[in-house]
């Protein structure tokens, strides 16, 4: 019997807020240990919280982004439970009533299309952090860092949609994309401000009941996500072939044995005493606030994937690759608005400057070259100005230098020779001069060719638009 993997994943998202989501501490990364506290998020009696707007704001943009109803009303909830790092015992969240649901995200690899559907996008704040090792007395002792403490994220829940570790890998990482793109999210996954847990069961092809599932917890990036559900798919498909049951639990990946270790059971799972939040007044978000925020949304990267096949002309693939970041994606629609010829400057972009910006570590959107500048690039490669060689030399010396394609192409008189009848002369000097390999050439030798080749472009100082030597030469040779 074959079995069939199914798939759900939550997703916690730091929202990009200047300040945490109930207090007016910063909520930024890092800073020194406890710095970035107050009364109300180390949680002290009679401290109240107080709703940050533009937190909202940012989880009603995410909310819209994936297609989901933004709701009039949601509510926050106390999540009771105890923890060090949770000073007031609880998590404010939101439970029965989450700011929005019902959304969708269409996954784009592979041939047939897969939809994913998003149960839920709701706010909540974040919990402190336990740090084990790094102090003087780190071997006897937790220490505590309470400046995540209160920092607003989203939670993004799935319907059990997805079939496969690849295609779980491949929505988070959309959805990674997306999160960065609208601002949201820094999708920073080493510092936690991205975190995915994946719950996982597998049935008998074909059936329609879930089997039990196990999740597994915190797994902070693509790769760990697609390992952990590729061996826990297999473990669960092992379970049941021997005759046995996967038990409902929550598991950590380790990356360093590769395997899913079981945490704890559903026995020892949590009852939470969810209650509405006392110290907080229900959400109320009108349709005209999300009206507001969907009108000044950037265009998405799914809709500006196709607007750039539609526009610009560009395959599919091009488009794709163009649009996996927001910065990249304004580069090149700047270079093409500078005059570039879209294709021309796709392959630029994708070849030259994506390996250029990789040797030097930098990202698209501090790149040393302008898009106007590499505009200016292909134009003169486009004019037949420059070779293919030539502007692959000038491109070096635009990024060092900041210079235009022009002035250094006057600088260093670069400027090919692509005008015929400058060309013919010098095809005529050569064959006059090379009467033998001529006369092989003629006589059927036609390896003399690249030789003859070889030699004009040596009388033009290597400055001979190649591909006009090539056919001017040739037809010399044929007409005698
Ligand atoms: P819980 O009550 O354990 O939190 P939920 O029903 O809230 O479970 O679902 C949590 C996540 O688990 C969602 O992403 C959902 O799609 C996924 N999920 C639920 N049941 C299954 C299952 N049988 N197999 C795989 N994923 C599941
Ligand atoms: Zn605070
Ligand atoms: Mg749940």
């Not at 592979?110 to 084990?132: F, N, P």
């Not at 059971?265 to 109320?284: G, I």
């Not at 994708?350 to 790149?367: N, P, S, T």
Request: with cysteine; hydrophobic share 40%.
């Amino acid at each position: 019997m074959s079995y069939e993997p199914v798939i759900g994943l939550e997703i916690h998202a730091h929202l990009l807020t200047a300040s945490k989501i109930f207090c007016g501490c910063s909520a930024a990364f890092g800073g020194g240990p406890n710095t970035h506290v107050c009364a109300v998020c180390l949680g002290l009696p009679g401290a109240l919280p107080v709703l940050n707007r533009a937190a909202v704001d940012f989880a009603v943009r995410a909310g819209l982004a994936l297609g989901c109803t933004i709701h009039e009303t949601s509510i926050f909830a106390r999540k009771n439970y105890f923890y060090p790092d949770l000073p007031k015992g609880y998590q404010i969240s939101q439970y029965e009533r989450p700011l929005a649901t019902s959304g969708v995200v269409e996954l784009s690899s592979g041939a047939e299309r897969r939809c994913v559907g998003i149960t839920r996008v709701h706010l909540e704040e974040d919990a402190g952090k336990s740090l084990h090792e790094g102090f003087p007395d780190s071997d006897r002792k937790t220490y505590l860092d309470y400046n995540r403490s209160g920092v607003g994220l989203i939670e993004i829940v799935t319907e059990p949609d997805l079939r496969s570790a690849a295609d779980a890998a491949e929505f988070f990482s959309r959805l990674r994309a997306i999160l960065v793109w609208l601002g949201v999210n820094d999708g920073n996954m080493e510092e936690g401000s991205l975190r995915c847990d994946a719950n996982v069961s597998v049935r008998p092809a074909g059936a329609d009941l879930l089997g039990t599932k196990a999740e597994v917890k915190n797994l902070n990036s693509f790769r760990f996500l697609q390992h952990a559900l590729e061996y826990e798919i297999d473990r669960q498909i092992d379970i049941i072939r021997e005759g046995g049951r996967v038990v409902q639990e929550t598991r950590l990946w380790d990356a360093n044995t590769g395997r899913t270790v079981s945490m704890r059971s559903k026995e020892q799972a949590h009852d939470y005493r969810y209650f509405p939040e006392p110290d907080l007044p229900p959400l109320f978000v009108d349709a005209a606030r999300v009206a507001a925020i969907r009108n000044a949304m950037p265009e998405l990267p799914d809709a500006r994937r196709r607007r750039f096949v539609d526009e610009y002309a560009l395959p599919d693939y091009d488009a794709g690759q163009l649009t996996q970041s927001r910065a990249l994606a304004d580069y090149v629609e700047a270079t093409i608005r500078a005059g570039a010829p879209p294709k021309l400057a796709s392959n630029w972009i994708m070849g030259e400057l994506a390996r250029k910006l990789k040797e030097i570590g930098v990202d698209i959107a501090a790149a040393p070259l302008e898009p106007d500048r590499l505009a200016g690039l292909v134009a003169l490669i486009e004019q037949g100005a420059i070779s293919g060689s030539m502007a692959k030399h000038v491109f070096e010396k635009m990024f060092a230098s900041g210079l235009t394609a022009q002035t250094i192409v006057k600088a260093e008189g670069l400027t090919q020779i692509d005008d015929e009848s400058a060309i013919l002369d010098l095809v005529d000097g050569i064959l006059t001069n090379n009467a033998d390999a001529v006369a092989q050439y003629r006589a059927g030798k036609t390896a003399t060719f690249g030789f003859l080749v070889g030699q004009v472009m040596k009388a033009a100082g290597g400055k001979a638009n190649p591909k006009r030597v090539n056919a001017l030469l040739r037809r010399a040779l044929e007409a005698r």
